[in-house]
């Protein structure tokens, strides 16, 4: 991209063609099927794409005690002559015993029986941001699924066709505005009516749902603002015998269950019971809601940060039996259904731009660490475009590289699906920094931060990916002190999302507030002069399975991984290294 040529027409066509790229989406947009390139491998041309593969091999689990006969036998039509209770949740196959359904980094949703499995939901038809399980809502005998978009729509997946590839494909929206709480989950039947209901959390507190057999009703205030303690929400079916469904949370003390008392109308819970302690926090997604190895009792499985999934079989009586290892390998899964964390969306890995304009991807393995990397393509020329790697700007979860021309200040999306798109804002040549941190007024779609030597301005997200709304100035001179502004994704597990700003005297937190007009809070300070010693900071999303943003910084001495611990005084944890000295080639991380 030569620094001397004028960007009209043809310049701008290079600059989006040159992006077909994606966090294990940003390369997959449209049906573009995609090869890999190893670093070192073909260069490629300047303002091209050398494609690479998303496809990631997929994990297997072995539950314990499970029959050998499991998944011989369809019992739907069987249910339903005989008029008895519908399939248990989370039980797609019919077999009698649960199931795992889960999303990837490559936004595919899967269907898991333990002796084989699907992708239910195909990635360009995903737009799935968390899985809840709600049992039978159809009254056909099978399990069904809920989904939740980024902007809020409560989606209805018939499980009729759950073992066939694409069978959830289909869906009814339930309702919508759902982008108001950080956190769905359905526990099971709380009321003892046979219908299943629904929890939702807000900052404001935990609201009840009741079901009505298809659906849900108006919500009921249960709770307050102390319910934000928790960073797990597991509905866990009836874990303690008595017919009633149970909630599992978890905060730094350790692990508890609420067992349900029946009400549909008040607080649903008898008093808590806690049942492990800190250890439990090794554990990046508790999911339960169903019986694993069909033995009558509902179960809990637990993901550790290094991708191992463990079992822990229940006794009926509100505990667990010792855990036992179910497989390796399940970092590459973003969500799990039925899953307790808030679910990280919209980014999942860093670009990674050389000084002489060679772009390369890396993503994230759900582990902390990333993944080899892969050439996006050279001729990127720092002089001519300031680059931003913003999280979702369409409700699909794949995040989305925006160009900022030097030349003419206007903004561009360099994404396939909007190739030919005149550019999507119109933005400065004052601008020194664009910020892409994903929705801060509340609607659920992507936003953008820009700011010059004298205002910061707020880009409110169309949803499209293709244009943004009027810029709104949001902030004056005093955000030039700082000369990192970083954000993608929610650091404070109140489901907005975040800013991370860095000056000479430190690292500070801009905590989002859900407003276009004042779109964060006051700072935090939440880091000294020793911030300084990083060349770059970048926000990958969420790298490491939890839902919570996490932070990267570079040195001399390497790259280093900050874990998000959902706090906003202390949001980060110790930093451990994950990268060496090669990382110095990079001067830009995005």
């Not at 998944?71 to 339903?80: F, I, M, S, T």
Request: aromatic share 10%; net charge neutral.
């Amino acid at each position: 991209m030569p620094t001397s040529a004028r960007p009209g027409p043809r310049l701008r066509r290079r600059i989006a063609t040159s992006a077909v790229l994606g966090c294990a989406g940003l390369l997959v947009s449209s049906s573009m099927t995609i090869t890999a390139h190893a670093a070192g491998t073909d260069s490629g041309t300047p303002g091209t794409v050398e494609p690479r593969a998303t496809t990631t091999e997929r994990p297997v689990f072995s539950v314990p005690g499970r029959s050998a006969t499991v998944g011989k036998d369809d019992r739907a039509q069987a249910r339903v002559a005989a008029a008895v209770a519908p399939a248990q949740r989370a039980d797609f196959d019919n077999d009698g015993a649960g199931d795992l359904v889960y999303r990837t980094n490559s936004g595919h949703v899967w269907a898991d029986w333990g002796h084989g499995g699907t992708a239910v939901i195909g990635s360009t038809e995903s737009q799935v941001k968390d899985l809840l399980l709600p049992g039978d809502l159809t009254g056909d005998g099978r399990a069904d699924l809920l989904t939740l978009t980024a902007t809020g729509a409560l989606r209805l997946h018939n499980g009729e066709f759950a073992t066939y590839e694409g069978g959830l494909n289909g869906y009814t929206t339930l309702s919508k505005g759902w982008q108001a709480y950080n956190k769905l989950v359905v526990p099971g039947d709380l009321s003892g009516d046979g219908k299943p209901d629904l929890l939702a959390r807000s900052t404001a507190g935990l609201f009840l749902f009741p079901g009505t057999g298809s659906g849900f009703g108006t919500g009921i205030k249960v709770g307050g603002a102390g319910w934000g303690q928790f960073d797990q929400l597991v509905g866990a079916d009836d874990l303690t015998g008595d017919g009633l469904a149970d909630l599992v949370t978890r905060n730094s003390s350790g692990l508890f269950v609420y067992p349900g008392n029946g009400s549909s109308t008040g607080y649903p819970f008898q008093a808590r019971i806690q049942i492990g302690g800190p250890g439990w926090l090794q554990y990046n997604q508790l999911v339960g809601g169903t019986d694993y190895n069909g033995n009558g009792t509902a179960d809990l499985t637990a993901r550790s940060y290094d991708g191992t999934l463990y079992f822990y079989d229940g006794t009926g009586t509100g505990t667990f039996q010792g855990r036992v290892s179910m497989g390796k390998g399940w970092g590459v899964v973003t969500q799990m259904a039925a899953a307790g964390n808030q679910p990280g969306f919209g980014k999942q890995g860093i670009m990674a731009r050389t000084g002489d304009g060679t772009l390369y991807y890396y993503d994230g393995t759900g582990t902390g660490r990333l993944s080899e990397k892969f050439l996006v393509g050279t001729g990127w020329d720092r002089s001519a475009v300031r680059l931003t790697h913003a999280s979702a700007l369409r409700d699909d979860g794949v995040s989305d590289l925006i160009a900022h021309s030097t030349y003419d200040g206007r903004l561009y999306n360099t994404a396939q699906y909007a190739e030919y798109d005149e550019y999507l804002a119109g933005g400065s040549k004052l601008y020194n920094r664009v910020v892409g941190p994903g929705d801060l007024n509340g609607d659920g779609k992507g936003d953008l931060i820009a700011r010059s030597s004298t205002a910061l301005y707020f880009y409110a997200g169309n949803g499209d990916g293709l244009s943004m709304k009027g810029r709104v100035q949001v902030g004056g001179s005093g955000w030039s002190q700082y000369d990192k502004l970083v954000g993608s994704g929610d650091f404070n597990l109140d489901g907005r999302a975040d800013l991370i700003a860095r000056s000479s005297a430190g690292l500070f937190f801009y905590a989002g507030t859900g407003r276009a007009s004042t779109p964060f809070a006051a700072r935090v300070q939440v880091g000294g002069k020793g911030w300084s010693q990083y060349k770059t900071l970048s926000a990958p999303g969420d790298i490491n399975g939890d839902g919570i943003a996490d932070l990267l910084a570079s040195s001399s001495a390497g790259l280093f991984f900050y874990a998000g611990t959902g706090k906003a005084s202390t949001p980060f944890k110790a930093r451990v290294q994950i990268g060496g000295g090669g990382w110095n080639q990079y001067p830009d991380l995005h």
